[in-house]
């Protein structure tokens, strides 16, 4: 298989996952404090990225925003399940259920209602544009038909 067709396809994948994150956090009005426009700087960087990759430019810094990105994915899932479990102590129904089980309410939305795992196209979006840039573009000649080779994580 060709390593380009192979790179343009995880960007295309990541280009999707960018454009369906944002949809929903524009549906979901996703802007009201500071902590809410994480995501929609995650989602900038990850626009830088695909930029970056598609120049066949800089992959050590494209793999520095794939980072943060999954770092702020990781920061939106906790930011989630904590607000659940925020409503669901001063509703009470979280009284009496163990520490665990508190977590798994708030993790599975039994209370509240933030979606704990709607930061985690974030972090998908992050490991595509990861994964584009260890994909290696050969110049078309002797070996152009072999298989697509995969670059070490040597920076670039």
């Known amino acids: ?9 995880l960007v295309a994948l990541t280009v999707i996952g960018i454009l369906g994150a944002g949809f929903e ?3 979901e009005r996703h802007w009201r404090s500071a902590q809410q426009l994480v995501p929609w700087t995650a ?9 970056l990759v598609l120049l066949n430019r800089v ?3 494209v793999r520095a925003i794939a980072a943060v990105v999954l770092l702020a994915s990781a920061f939106g899932v906790f930011a989630h399940v904590s607000a659940n479990m925020t409503v669901g102590s001063f509703s ?8 665990a089980g ?8 039994s209370v509240g209602d933030a979606p704990p795992l709607a930061p985690g196209m974030l972090a998908q979006a992050a490991l595509l544009l990861l994964l584009a840039t260890y994909v290696t573009r050969r110049p078309a000649g002797r070996h152009a ?6 670059r070490e994580p040597a920076e670039r």
């Open 25 to 27: 956090l524009a549906v």
């Open 92 to 99: 009470g129904k979280l009284d009496g259920v163990s520490a």
């Open 59 to 61: 992959f050590g810094v």
């Open 43 to 51: 989602l900038a960087l990850l626009a830088a990225g695909v930029l």
């Open 1 to 9: 298989m060709n390593a380009a067709l192979v790179q343009r396809a």
């Open 145 to 150: 038909d072999t298989a697509a080779g995969v």
């Open 102 to 109: 508190q977590w798994w309410q708030a993790f599975t939305k």
